[in-house]
């Protein structure tokens, strides 16, 4: 037997709860906004001088969340034909950046990883995209940040981490 006080409050509870999350990714893109400058300028600095194209550096941090992936999952991830996927990486392992070693599991499959080189230069990226969160919070009052990191601890308990994302134990602190 279901409950008519619950029924009749579902679809109230579901609209606030789009409303909220509504709310919250407005307030997300006003952040964005305040930080994405700094990160891009960073971003693009490093592309530039490592001569990375925006795909490349794409594959390079899906490679560094779910290494090793074959190019056929690289390809589906970064949303590119199996040809274009295949000269990417190897452009990539040319450069040092990737390798490519056989599939034990399917012989005629390569599997695709970084390089130390290649987790560095991703991982340089990260520390500059840190950074600019760090230099923009570093005016702020010690009691929100710790209020902030409490809620943003929360939000990603309960979002968890997709598909393409690095699980939290495998991030750097």
């Known amino acids: ?18 409303a909220d999350a509504a709310r919250l990714a407005a307030e997300m893109r006003r952040l964005h906004r305040l930080i994405s400058s700094r990160v891009l300028l960073n971003m693009q ?8 194209s925006f795909t490349q550096m794409t594959v390079m941090h899906q490679l560094r969340a779910q290494a090793p992936l074959t190019v056929t999952a690289l390809a589906d991830r970064a949303r ?23 599939n034990p599991d399917n012989r005629r499959e390569k599997l695709v990883a970084l390089t130390v080189q290649g987790q560095d230069i991703v991982n ?8 600019a969160y760090e230099t923009a919070f570093s005016r702020v009052r010690p009691e929100t940040i710790r209020a ?7 939000l990603v308990a309960e979002v968890g981490p997709g598909p ?8 750097n602190p």
């Not at 199996?82 to 040092?96: F, N, Q």
């Not at 340089?124 to 950074?131: C, N, T, W």
């Not at 994302?165 to 495998?170: K, L, R």
Request: glycine share 4%; hydrophobic share 40%; aromatic share 2%.
């Open 164 to 171: 393409d994302c690095t699980p939290p134990s495998q991030e």
């Open 45 to 52: 600095d490093e592309l530039q001088g490592h001569e990375l």
């Open 1 to 18: 037997m279901t409950d008519p006080l619950a029924q009749a409050n579902a679809p109230n509870d579901a609209h606030q709860a789009s």
């Open 124 to 131: 340089r990226m990260d520390a500059q995209f840190i950074g």
């Open 80 to 102: 590119l034909s199996l040809p274009a996927m295949s000269h990417l990486v190897e452009r990539l392992v040319r450069r040092g950046l990737a390798e490519r070693r056989e």
């Open 148 to 154: 902030a990191a409490a809620a943003v601890r929360a």
